[in-house]
Every structure is written in C-alpha cells, then in structure tokens.
C-alpha cells in the first residue's frame, strides 16, 4: 500500500521523531502550517492503512510507525522499477544516470557503491 504525499509529509516527520503527539507533529510543519483538523485526518488514514499505530495517554495520543522508513521506500523503488522500467534495474539505472545530470564525482561515488555490493554478494 501507497502513501499519498501529503502522509508521506506526514511519515517522514515520524520517522524523525520516532514517536510523537500530535501538536509536535504539527509543530514540525513549516508555515503556514495545516489545521489541527488535517493532521488528525491524516493520521487516522495512516493508522487504517497499518503504517502507524499510537499509545493512549489520558486523551492524548502518541504516534510511532509500523513501517521503517528503508522499507517503505525500497518497496516504491521496486514498484517503481516493476511498473515504469519493464521490471529491469538496469533499465531503471540507464535512465537514472543518464537523466539525471549527474557529475562526474557522483557517477564516481555510484559506481563505488555498486563495486561494493559486487564484492558483498560474492562472500
């Protein structure tokens, strides 16, 4: 399952925080910041998805996530990959290189990374 962007803002915040109320994720947006309302509504969406979950105090409710935020994003690339690069990384890695303007210290330091994980799946 998908966040839309607005979660997605959302999520990132509490994955910083690790856990939080939800006056300090509202606290955590720059202005003009989103109603008390929105965030709630939020929040409510992303607990129905099991991205979050929250532990009750009194009235108040803290936060935290269910979902590491590497695994949320490793499974968007993957869809990613699957749904606009004909599920081949090496397609998706041609036109990552190539369209994004890349320098040539950063073509260096991708390729270091990808000599790295050669010599880790050959051990």
């Given at each position: ?47 129905s998805k099991k ?73």
């Open positions: 399952m998908k966040l839309a962007p607005s979660e997605e803002q959302l999520m990132n915040y509490l994955w910083k925080m690790e856990k939080a109320f939800m006056k300090d994720l509202l606290e955590a947006y720059p202005e003009p910041k989103p109603a008390p309302t929105t965030i709630a509504t939020l929040l409510k969406r992303m607990t991205f979050i979950a929250f532990r009750t105090y009194g009235n108040s409710r803290e936060y935290y996530p269910l979902i590491k935020k590497s695994a949320y994003f490793s499974k968007q690339v993957k869809g990613i990959i699957k749904n606009f690069f004909d599920d081949s990384p090496s397609q998706f890695a041609s036109f990552f290189t190539s369209e994004t303007d890349l320098s040539q210290e950063e073509l260096k330091e991708l390729k270091q990374l990808i000599d790295r994980q050669i010599e880790n799946k050959k051990q």
